[in-house]
């Protein structure tokens, strides 16, 4: 009955006051936590409020979404919280779910109430059969396993992983965001289905349902219309005018009806978050969710594997000379300081540690006639100050690498064996510094 608790069919609840009278309303959010618990949102000090604080015994009604199929809880109120992982997961739902509504400053959590379910009574059969099986999540599973467990590098690790999520489990709408600590942000590395893949485009931790997974390390499912973009936009409008050039618009459908935020956790390290999206209602089950988690925490692991440790790499070339002068317009390359952002002929290309990279890249080149680079050179370099654990050097150069290729500037980079890049520049170079 866990379809019953999606919220595409709202639950009731009755509860009695201390002085016996009954009352029944609807009620937002209905949570499982386990086997015999469940959560109810808190959201406003009124009558059932107060009748579970002087009577903590409830009743709920839900209704199962395919077919029918209602039930009669009984359960006991234990406790409200008002942090931890449930508490954000609840409130990323009902603030996703809010902003479809124009609800937004309405709807607003204030704890999520924990109880104790005694019984389970199915007072309504199914009306109709229920729809026929969707592919078996276990199985889609265990073929993206086999899949990525092929993987040999970060590059092919994002391609497959992707390419896995929309053949098997058939959810053409997915992306992989980076995260990236010193800015506390998380990084569109790539997507499917939308046209445009975002590389570069961010979201701030906390932020939205991506946000919210990141920021608790908990997996958030919203099962019904929703708006979840609602959160970007509302950021770009507090932001400066001046700072919207430094922006990539985030991909996304413009009204979802699933969607599904899964943290990359390894080892207690954030390593980015996955995201798949429908626009069909209740297309993300339970067992969809325990299979992508599954999923979820391959990937963590392969991506801290494929990740080269500095002591194992080659030693650094010496400066090696351009082949030959290069001809055409100087490409004006501008490098913003405070954000790490640079600009290409005024054209904003990348900010933040993708940023730092390629300004060191590019002063090497200019400077010392530098074409060849290591990993090992770049962890070590105090100018850029990668953290000594988990800094995703690797998902920083393929960004950096695939929005070079996107803008279609005379600057590339290219994988030149494990551990080693090649910058490829086109024409002569103008760097700019500017402290802000």
Known sequence: MRPCLEGAIPGVIATCGSDGVPNVTYVSQVEYVGARQLALSFQFF???????L???????????????????????????????????????????????????????????????????????????????PAPSPLSALRRCSERLAACTDFDAL???????????????HAQLLAWEPSRERLVMLASRGYGR??????????????????????????????????????????????????EIPLPGLAEPGSQLALPLQTGGQLQGVLFVESPEELRLSWDDEDALVALAGQVAALVRALQPQAEDEPVPALAQPADCPL???????????????????????????????????????????RCEFSNRELRLDPELGLPEVGD?????????????????????????????????????????????
């Open 158 to 172: 994002v391609e497959t992983l992707l390419d896995s999520v929309v053949q098997e489990f058939r959810l053409p």
């Open 197 to 246: 893949s975002g590389a570069g485009a961010e979201i701030p931790l906390g932020e939205g349902v991506i946000g919210v997974a990141a920021r608790t390390g908990s997996p958030i499912r919203i099962n019904h219309a929703t708006l979840e973009y609602a959160y970007a936009r509302r950021v770009r409008e507090t932001m400066d005018p001046a700072q919207l050039g430094r």
């Open 54 to 132: 002087a009577n903590p015994q409830v009743e709920l009604l839900v209704v199962h979404p395919a077919h029918g199929a209602t039930y009669r809880i009984a359960a006991r109120f234990l406790r409200t919280e008002a942090e931890g992982p449930l508490f954000e997961r609840m409130k990323a739902k009902l603030a996703g779910i809010a902003s479809h509504t124009g609800m937004a400053e309405v709807f607003r959590l204030l704890g999520a109430d924990l109880y104790a379910v005694d019984s389970v009574t199915e007072v309504a059969a199914p009306r109709r059969p229920a729809t026929a």
């Open 327 to 369: 001809g055409g317009e100087p490409l004006r390359v501008r490098y913003y300081s405070a954000d790490s952002s640079v600009f290409l002929d005024d054209e904003y290309l990348i900010k933040g540690v993708a940023g730092a990279v390629l300004w060191k890249l590019l002063r090497l080149h200019h400077e010392a006639g």
């Open 392 to 436: 995703n050097l690797e998902a920083r150069l393929l960004l950096l690498t695939r929005r070079l290729a996107e803008r279609q500037a005379c600057v590339r980079l290219e994988r030149c064996g494990r551990g080693r890049l090649r910058l490829l520049v086109e024409r002569p170079l103008l760097l700019q510094g500017v402290g802000r």
């Open 46 to 52: 009124n009558k059932t409020r107060r009748n579970v």
